[in-house]
C-alpha cells in the first residue's frame, strides 16, 4: 500500500511537472511571434504543434485502446467486479501517462485528473501482481490506487478516500477505510517531498500542484457572502445539474454515433482527433485574435497573490499595460485561467467575454469527450462552469451590488456544472474545499451539489454510467435495485436460468473437456447424482484449467462405473448417475484418502494467468480418466432460496461479490443459477413483462 502511494505520487509529479512545461514552452514560443507581429506564422506554428502533441496522445490510444478517456468507468467496473481485458496491464499505465501529457498539452479541453485515477489503480493492479491470490484482495489495492490518484490530482487526500468510497469501491469494509486513508497520505507526502526540488528545502512550492489557490475571508473575518445568497447558490445549482444533464445527452448520442461510425476503425478514430484538433487550435487562436477590445492592467489595490495573476493575464496582440480578456481564457494553462476566475477581484472579464468563452468551450468539451485520446473530465467541468457562475456574479452584482463579487459565484458555478455532469456529493464537497483552502464555503458547496445532483438525476445518468453501458457483455451492478423491479414481487426462481451445467463430484475428463468448450461459464455446481441431487458445492473455470493441465486424474478402477453424464437438465430433471473411483488420485490409507495430486499454493500461483482449455494438451487415453473435483471444490458455496424476494437475491449477489449463484430448493437442490446477465435492467424487464402478460 505504501509503494502503491509512492509509485503514485512520483507519476503523478512527473506527468504535472511535463505537461506544464510542454505548455508553457507552447505558449511561450506563440507569445514571442505575436510580439513580434508575426500573427500568420504564430497561428501557423500554435495549430502544428498542438496537432503534433494531439497526435501523440492518439497514437497512444492506438497502440493500447483501453487508455482512451478518463478510465475512470474501467476502474468503476474493476472494483464492481467485472474484469475487463487490459484495464490494469502495465504498458496501459504508459500509454495513459504519455497519452494525457500529449492531450493536455495539445490544447484540447480535457483534463489529467480522471486519467490519474486510471493511473494509480493500474499501479496497484502492477503492485499486487503476484503478491495476491484473490480478486478481492486485488479490488482493495485498487480502490487505494484510486484514492491516490485523486489526491495526488487535486491535492485532496481526504477527498481521494471519499472519492474511492462514493464512485469507486462497490464493497467497502471498514479495513479498507484506514488503507486508502494510509495509500493518500503516503501519496501526497511522496508529491509534496517532490515538489520540493527546485526550491528552498522545506518549503513547499504549491504552485506547482493542481490548486483553485486559498480563498480569504473578508477584512474583519467575515464571511464572503451573505446567508440570503444560499437561495441564489441553490438556483446556481438547479441551472448547473440542468447544464451537466444537457452536456451528458448530447455526448450520449455523439458517443452512439461515434460507435456506429468510427471506433470499428482505427484510422478513423486517429483521423478524428487530427480534425478535432485543428478545431480546437483554430478556435483558440481566432477568437482572442477577434476579440480587439485591449483592457487596461488595474494599477492599485492588489494584493501579492492576485498580483502574481495579473501578470499570468495574455496581452496577445494588444499593447503593453493592456491585456485580451479572450485570450487570458483560451490561450493560457486552464489551471491559470481557473485562478482567474475565481480570484480576481476586479471586473477582468466582462460578461460578453465570458459568454464567447462559455459557449464555445463546453461545446467544444461535449464533442472532445470520448476521442480516441486520454481525456479527463473534471478540469473543462471546472472551468467552463467558473465563467458560468462569473457571468452569473457580474449580472446579479449589476442588480443588487451588496452582494458577494463574482469570483464567489465563479467557484458554486464549478461545482455546480461539475456535479451536474459526474453526480458525486461527498467526495466532491470535500475535495473542492481542500482546493480552496477554506471552510466557509462548507455549507454552499453541499447545497450547490446536492440539487445538482437531484436535478440531473431527473433527466439522465451521470457521465461515467453512460459510457459505462456502452461496453458491450458489461453488465454494472448499482448500489441498489431500481424502484420499478422492487415492486413487482418477482422471485429468485423467476429470475434465475434453469439450464444447468454442473459436474459431478468425481467426473471423466471428456466431460469436463466437452463442457469448457460448449459454454464460457466461470463456475459450476458440484452436484452428487446419488444423493438426490444436492448440491456438494461450486468449482471454477480456472480451477479445472489448472487441473488438466497439472493432470489431476487417474483411471478408474475395474469396478467402477463410467459413462456419460447428461450436463443439461431442467429444474427438477437429475439423473442419477454412479460416479467412480480412482485408483492414484490420493494415498489410501484405511479406508481414507489423502493428499490430492495438485496442491492448493499451485492452484493460488496461478492466478491472475490461469491457463485455458485451448492451451492444455491431452494424451490418447487422457479422456477416459476420471477427475475427483472434491478436494478443490468450494464446498459451503453462497446460496439463495428459490423463494427469496428480488431484492434480497440482488442484495446477497452485489455485497458479497458474487458472479455465480446457485439457486435451490427447500431440499438444498440445485434449480438454476443466476449471474450478472440475469439481473440487469434488460433481462428483469422481461421478465416483469412475462408476469404481466400472465397476470392478464
Known amino acids: 500500500i505504501a509503494l502503491t502511494g509512492i509509485l503514485q505520487g512520483c507519476v503523478a509529479y512527473g506527468t504535472n511537472l511535463t505537461s506544464t512545461y510542454l505548455i508553457d514552452f507552447k505558449f511561450g514560443h506563440a507569445k514571442a511571434l505575436l510580439a513580434q507581429g508575426h500573427v500568420g506564422l504564430a497561428f501557423l506554428y500554435f495549430v502544428l504543434q498542438q496537432l503534433a502533441f494531439a497526435m501523440v496522445a492518439s497514437a497512444c490510444v492506438w497502440m493500447v485502446p483501453v487508455s482512451a478517456g478518463s478510465g475512470i468507468p474501467e476502474v468503476k467496473c474493476f472494483l464492481n467486479g467485472i474484469d475487463l481485458p487490459h484495464v490494469g496491464e502495465l504498458k496501459t499505465l504508459v500509454a495513459k501517462v504519455v497519452g494525457v501529457i500529449g492531450s493536455v498539452s495539445a490544447g484540447l479541453p480535457v483534463g489529467k485528473e480522471g486519467p490519474m485515477v486510471h493511473s494509480g489503480a493500474v499501479v496497484a493492479t502492477t503492485l499486487a501482481s503476484g503478491q495476491t491470490r484473490n480478486d478481492k484482495e486485488v479490488r482493495d489495492l485498487v480502490a487505494c490506487g484510486a484514492a491516490a490518484g485523486v489526491c495526488t490530482a487535486f491535492s485532496a487526500p481526504i477527498g481521494g478516500i471519499l472519492f474511492a468510497l462514493e464512485e469507486g469501491a462497490s464493497y467497502w469494509k471498514p479495513s479498507l477505510t484506514w488503507r486508502t486513508f494510509f495509500c493518500s497520505m503516503v501519496a501526497f507526502t511522496s508529491l509534496l517531498m517532490l515538489n520540493t526540488l527546485g526550491a528552498e528545502f ?31 447558490f441553490i438556483l446556481l445549482g438547479a441551472v448547473g445539474g440542468l447544464i451537466g444533464a444537457i452536456f451528458n445527452h448530447v455526448n450520449e448520442h455523439i458517443t452512439q454515433w461515434r460507435l456506429k461510425k468510427v471506433n470499428h476503425s482505427k484510422a478513423k478514430r486517429f483521423l478524428e482527433v487530427v480534425i478535432i484538433s485543428i478545431g480546437v487550435s483554430v478556435t483558440t487562436f481566432l477568437l482572442p485574435w477577434m476579440w480587439t477590445k485591449c483592457t487596461p492592467l488595474p494599477e492599485n489595490d492588489v494584493g501579492e497573490s492576485e498580483q502574481d495573476l495579473l501578470e499570468e493575464l495574455v496581452q496577445f496582440t494588444c499593447p503593453p499595460g493592456t491585456y485580451n480578456e479572450l485570450a487570458s481564457l483560451w490561450f493560457t494553462e486552464p489551471g491559470v485561467a481557473i485562478r482567474q ?28 469527450y470520448g476521442i480516441a485520446v486520454p481525456s479527463g473530465l473534471f478540469v473543462p467541468s471546472l472551468l467552463s462552469g467558473a465563467a458560468f457562475g462569473r457571468l452569473v456574479g457580474n449580472m446579479a452584482l449589476r442588480v443588487y451590488p451588496n452582494l458577494a463579487f463574482s469570483n464567489i459565484y465563479a467557484l458554486i458555478g464549478a461545482a455546480a456544472v461539475l456535479g451536474g455532469m459526474a453526480r458525486m456529493t461527498i467526495s466532491l464537497t470535500v475535495i473542492l474545499l481542500e482546493c480552496t483552502g477554506n471552510e466557509q464555503f462548507v455549507l454552499p458547496l453541499m447545497l450547490t451539489l446536492m440539487t445538482a445532483r437531484i436535478v440531473g438525476q431527473l433527466f439522465n445518468h451521470d457521465l461515467y454510467h453512460i459510457h459505462i453501458h456502452f461496453k458491450k457483455g458489461v453488465y454494472f451492478m448499482e448500489s441498489e435495485l431500481k424502484s420499478v423491479p422492487r415492486h413487482h414481487d418477482l422471485t429468485a426462481r423467476q429470475i434465475m436460468s434453469d439450464q444447468v451445467v454442473f459436474f459431478r463430484p468425481v467426473e471423466k475428463v471428456s466431460n469436463i473437456i466437452d463442457t469448457l468448450h460448449s459454454c464460457n461459464h466461470s463456475f459450476f455446481p458440484v452436484v452428487d447424482p446419488e444423493d438426490g441431487g444436492v448440491l456438494s458445492g461450486t468449482i471454477g473455470r480456472n480451477e479445472l484449467c489448472v487441473l488438466l493441465q497439472q493432470r489431476a486424474f487417474g483411471h478408474p478402477n475395474e469396478d467402477g462405473e463410467n459413462g456419460n453424464s447428461s450436463h443439461h437438465y431442467k429444474s427438477g430433471g437429475l439423473a442419477r448417475q454412479s460416479s467412480a473411483m480412482i485408483y492414484n488420485n490420493y494415498m489410501e490409507y484405511q479406508g481414507k484418502h489423502f493428499f490430492p495430486l495438485v496442491e492448493w499454493n499451485i492452484l493460488e500461483n496461478a492466478y491472475p494467468k490461469f491457463p485455458k482449455v485451448e492451451d492444455v494438451r491431452f494424451h490418447d487415453g487422457d479422456r477416459d480418466c476420471l477427475m475427483d473435483l472434491r478436494p478443490y471444490a468450494n464446498m459451503a458455496p453462497v446460496t439463495i432460496q428459490e423463494k427469496a424476494s428480488l431484492s434480497r437475491t440482488y442484495e446477497v449477489f452485489r455485497t458479497l461479490g458474487m458472479r455465480f449463484l446457485p439457486v435451490v430448493n427447500c431440499h438444498n437442490q440445485v434449480v438454476g443459477t443466476i449471474t450478472r446477465a440475469d439481473l440487469n435492467e434488460e433481462s428483469l424487464a422481461g421478465v416483469m413483462l412475462v408476469k404481466g402478460k400472465k397476470n392478464r
Open 341 to 368: 476566475l475565481f480570484h480576481l477581484h476586479k471586473h477582468a472579464f466582462s460578461d460578453l467575454a465570458l459568454i464567447l468563452f462559455f459557449v464555445p468551450y463546453i461545446s467544444l468539451a461535449v464533442v472532445v
Open 202 to 232: 522545506g518549503k513547499v512550492g504549491y504552485n506547482k500542484l493542481f490548486s483553485f489557490g486559498n480563498f480569504v475571508y473578508e477584512q474583519g473575518g467575515l464571511s464572503s457572502y451573505a446567508v440570503y445568497e444560499l437561495f441564489l
